[in-house]
């Protein structure tokens, strides 16, 4: 599995448009059939910075996912959005996705 996050750091006044586009490629990429989980969570301690978390079965998931048209989409919209460069991690890891946390249950 490949897991990439990325931290996106938004101009307070796109926001909205922000919001809108996230949602719509968040959507698109966990239709793929690579995709094992894609999504955007907003920071706790910085209200206009945003998390992309996702994770595609392999590397050749991942190499399909970026020749699909909405990744242009995004990664042309993405520029006049963002108020610094996103930095990213990402991994090639020997795992399929999330497991059970030993930690924590419910009770």
Request: glycine share 6%.
């Amino acid at each position: 599995m490949i897991l990439i996050n990325i931290k996106f750091p938004i101009r307070p006044d796109k926001i909205d448009e922000w919001l809108e586009l996230a949602t719509a490629y968040a959507k698109d990429v966990n239709a793929e059939e690579g995709c094992l989980f894609f999504q955007f969570s907003r920071s706790l301690t910085d209200e206009n910075e945003f998390i992309c978390i996702e994770g595609f079965k392999d590397a050749e998931a991942g190499a399909a996912h970026v020749k699909h048209p909405y990744v242009k989409k995004f990664f042309e919209a993405a520029p006049d959005l963002v108020s610094a460069q996103p930095q990213i991690i990402y991994l090639d890891a020997p795992h399929d996705g999330f497991g059970p946390m030993g930690e924590i249950q419910p009770r």
